[in-house]
């Protein structure tokens, strides 16, 4: 009746305080309760005295900490003695923190709020059964899979859900992992509500109690059907290379990684080679090893540029055979390359081409005899018809035709005989190098030429030139052979040509540009063989430019010409 409160010591110190600052009345705590929760205590005051006791004076209160947090506190009391009129005259009742309870409670909850939306939302297939195999709980990702909504799976057999061929199988597993605890990378076959068939791999752990009781199986299970289909479609694939490269008698070879000198060779480029993997590891090291000496600077340019996306990697060399003897192969290639352009790997191949050689150096041999012996017949012939020509004043017009047509003829049949014995002499000789102006020999070479050259009218244009390394009388037969092929198979009324050079790091590109008929895609490669011309119609023999070439890689250099086919060539040769 007094407003007389007695607070224990423990209830100030709960909230920081000390008791011997607090005074016995209800203004105290009053002070420090959340404004919300008073007006909750009072009214629950109000109605347990009401009601004589019978309404429970209980609730969950929040109070202002002496450092300024909220506690959490239980606050249970009731009035244990009433006056004769039914008033309250003494009220017992206690405090409990409960706000470390409430906090773990609150972490608890979160936990599970978040395991439940980690277990359903993750974008994996997981499941979770009872230890009677019904599902309790399902990821959104397996429901998608398998078509069914929550609703739908939520107490049934997982069983219901395996092929109805593995469904025993899929018993005797789930016993072995109720004994294990564990299982993984089972492999299944699924059946989603449209009837589909899914391959599946399954892993699964048995979720134990305190007291280490199973309670659960937690289930991932990945498709794996794409995956499955796609590796019996890369086998099939990789069964029908072997064939095919097997049947096409090539070795093949995997540069990996062209920042690295690993590589991958097959078991048919080892047997080409006469080595095994033990005494020649595969990498790029072991492949140069492998090179001839006089190729290996032409085929380090022709990858050098085939990396740098100047070109295709197509050469022919020699490779060193574990006996000791050199083959000839034709190697091939080609890079792969990222959105910048760099090189990332490389994959080629290597077939025999020493019966060809072989083949070609019975040609030579037999065109530089048949050129040779027929010589001599026809310098008699050209003897004979000089001598008919004296007579000429006897002969009728009929029969001085006859004579310049025997001319004309005799003369073809020398510069084809001449053709000839360039092609055996280039395949033959030795080259003597020496440091040689380029340009000095462009000079010679027009000086050579001048007279066509001004009949023609071609205008012709020479910029600088290095000194390389060479055999000049045999460069000076390739200039002279690309500078009168740029102005005899132009059409222009003022021909153009322009020479010049890019120097590189290790080599030097020498260019011949005219502004003349062009050359058709399909021709470039082909104009470099024997006896092949740019056009039908053009005249010649088709031999020049499979000289220069021959020259041109006993310079250890590469030749190749440029055209859109419609208004001019850029022949370019390199040089060391």
Not at 95 to 117: A, G, P
Not at 232 to 241: A, T
Not at 360 to 386: C, I, R, W
Not at 445 to 464: M, S
Request: charged share 30%.
């Amino acid at each position: 009746q007094d407003d007389h409160q007695f607070m224990s010591d423990k209830y100030w110190q709960t909230l920081g305080y000390d008791p011997k600052t607090k005074k016995p009345h209800p203004s105290e705590w009053q002070r420090l309760i959340h404004p919300e929760d008073l007006e909750l205590t009072l009214n629950n005051f109000h109605r347990h005295v009401d009601s004589r006791g019978e309404f429970p004076f209980t609730q969950e209160v929040r109070f202002r900490h002496a450092n300024g947090h909220w506690v959490s506190i239980i606050n249970r009391g009731k009035v244990v003695s009433w006056d004769g009129e039914g008033n309250p005259l003494r009220m017992i009742g206690s405090h409990f923190d409960i706000t470390e309870l409430k906090d773990r409670k609150e972490e608890l909850s979160d936990q599970l709020v978040r395991y439940k939306n980690f277990f359903e939302l993750t974008p994996v297939m997981m499941h979770a059964v009872n230890l009677q195999g019904e599902i309790v709980q399902v990821s959104d990702y397996w429901l998608e899979k398998m078509g069914y909504s929550r609703e739908e799976v939520l107490g049934r057999k997982s069983a219901e859900f395996v092929h109805p061929d593995q469904r025993s199988l899929a018993r005797v597993r789930v016993r072995d992992l109720l004994n294990k605890g564990k299982a993984d990378n089972l492999a299944y076959q699924f059946v989603t509500k449209g009837g589909k068939v899914l391959d599946v791999i399954l892993s699964a752990r048995v979720e134990r109690d305190q007291k280490g009781n199973a309670i659960r199986c937690l289930a991932t299970v990945r498709d794996v059907t794409l995956e499955n289909r796609q590796r019996g479609l890369l086998e099939e694939s990789n069964m029908r290379y072997s064939l095919m490269t097997e049947g096409a008698c090539v070795g093949i070879w995997d540069w990996v990684d062209v920042n690295e000198d690993t590589c991958i060779w097959s078991e048919r480029f080892y047997s080409m080679i006469g080595h095994g993997y033990s005494d020649l590891p595969p990498s790029m090291s072991s492949f140069w090893q492998l090179v001839h000496p006089d190729d290996h600077d032409r085929v380090r340019l022709a990858m050098e540029r085939h990396l740098a996306r100047e070109a295709a990697f197509d050469v022919e060399c020699r490779l060193v055979t574990k006996a000791g003897g050199a083959l000839w192969f034709r190697n091939t290639g080609q890079a792969v390359f990222d959105e910048m352009g760099n090189p990332l790997r490389m994959v080629g191949s290597i077939a025999s081409i020493q019966d060809l050689k072989k083949s070609q150096e019975e040609m030579e041999a037999f065109n530089y005899t048949v050129s040779h012996d027929l010589k001599t017949p026809v310098v008699s012939l050209k003897g004979y018809l000089g001598r008919l020509k004296k007579f000429e004043t006897n002969l009728s017009e009929k029969g001085l035709g006859w004579i310049d047509r025997m001319d004309a003829n005799l003369n073809h049949m020398t510069g084809l005989l001449r053709d000839l014995l360039d092609v055996s002499k280039a395949n033959r000789i030795q080259l003597e190098l020496q440091s040689t102006s380029l340009s000095r020999l462009t000079t010679e070479v027009l000086d050579l030429l001048q007279e066509d050259i001004e009949r023609r009218k071609v205008k012709v244009e020479v910029k600088p030139l290095p000194d390389c390394q060479v055999d000049p009388d045999r460069l000076k037969q390739v200039l002279s052979n690309l500078i009168e092929n740029a102005y005899k198979y132009n059409s222009s009324e003022t021909p153009e040509i322009e020479i010049g050079a890019r120097e590189f790091e290790d080599h030097y590109e020498i260019f011949v540009k005219d502004n003349g008929l062009g050359i058709e895609e399909a021709a470039r490669e082909r104009i470099f063989n024997m006896f092949e011309r740019g056009a039908a119609d053009h005249a010649g023999s088709g031999l020049g430019l499979s000289i220069c070439r021959l020259i041109i890689e006993k310079h250890q250099g590469r030749i190749w010409v440029d055209s859109d086919g419609k208004t001019g060539s850029v022949f370019t040769f390199t040089l060391p």
